[in-house]
Nanobody
Framework: QVQLVESGGGSVQAGGSLRLSCAAS????????MGWFRKAPGKEREFVAA????????YYANSVKGRFTISRDNAKNTVFLQMDSLKPEDTAVYYC???????????????????WGQGTQVTVSS
C-alpha cells in the first residue's frame, strides 16, 4: 500500500520560512517523479513544484520561483519543499504527489499523478 505522509506545515509570519517533508512508502521511490501541489480555500488545487526521478530536473510555478526549492533524498524516500520569503497568498493545504510515468510537458497536471498524500496546512499571516 502506497503512503505519502507530509509534515512540516504550520503558521508563520510573512517573510518567514518553512520546510515541508513528504515521506513515501510502498513504492519504488526513485522511479517516481515527485510533485508538490497546494489548495487554498475557494480555489482549485494548483501545481507548486516537481522533481524528476534523480532530482536532476526541477520545475516550479511562476508564483513560487526563486522562493521555493524542491529536493529529494532517494535513500530516505523523502521529498522536501523549502519555502522562503513566504507570503499570505501562499496559505494553503500542501500536498505531495507521485507519478510513475509522466511527460515533462504535463508535470504540472494534477491528473498525471498516481498517488497523493493527505496534505499539511501552511498559514502565512501578514
Amino acid at each position: 500500500q502506497v503512503q505519502l505522509v507530509e509534515s512540516g506545515g504550520g503558521s508563520v509570519q510573512a517573510g518567514g520560512s518553512l520546510r515541508l517533508s513528504c515521506a513515501a512508502s510502498g513504492l519504488t521511490f526513485s522511479r517516481h517523479t515527485m510533485g508538490w501541489f497546494r489548495k487554498a480555500p475557494g480555489k482549485e488545487r494548483e501545481f507548486v513544484a516537481a522533481t524528476t526521478r534523480s532530482g536532476g530536473n526541477k520545475y516550479y510555478a511562476n508564483s513560487v520561483k526563486g522562493r521555493f526549492t524542491i529536493s529529494r533524498d532517494n535513500a530516505k524516500n523523502t521529498v522536501f519543499l523549502q519555502m522562503d520569503s513566504l507570503k499570505p497568498e501562499d496559505t494553503a493545504v500542501y500536498y505531495c504527489a507521485a507519478a510513475l510515468t509522466i511527460r515533462p510537458s504535463l508535470i504540472a497536471g494534477t491528473n498525471e499523478y498516481d498517488y497523493w498524500g493527505q496534505g499539511t496546512q501552511v498559514t502565512v499571516s501578514s
